[in-house]
């Protein structure tokens, strides 16, 4: 079973940074790819970022593409969330995801940790 634990978020003000980071674990972690997605109330869940876990390639949301970065620590088993210039229609609640796939749906999910943009 992989479980995914995510932390470091938080209430910051608009233009301010924020990193994510989301650790797994399992015996048999060994994801293709690992991803970040938001939710705000009454929203439908959002695609934020991705990344190929073993080659590194990374996809970025265009509405985040130049502030947010998605990377790897791979001995750690660990991804970030790197979001610089942050808005207010940032605020959402954030989750990890994980999948063996190459394609598809994410199979794994993290608990989500709240992310609070101030004006």
């Known amino acids: 079973q992989v479980q995914l634990v995510e932390s470091g978020g938080g209430l910051v003000q608009a233009g301010g940074s924020l990193r994510l980071s989301c650790a797994a674990s399992g015996r048999t972690f060994s994801p293709y790819r690992m991803g970040w997605f938001r939710r705000v109330p009454g929203k439908e869940r959002e695609f934020v970022a991705q990344i190929v876990w073993r080659g590194g390639d990374t996809y970025i949301a265009s509405s985040v593409k130049g502030r947010f970065t998605i990377s790897r620590e791979y001995a750690k088993n660990t991804v970030y969330l790197q979001m610089n210039s942050l808005k207010p229609e940032d605020t959402a609640v954030y989750y990890c995801?994980?999948?063996?796939?190459?394609?598809?749906?994410?199979?794994?999910w993290g608990q989500g940790t709240q992310v609070t943009v101030s004006s």
């Open positions: 995801a994980a999948t063996e796939a190459r394609f598809g749906e994410y199979r794994y």
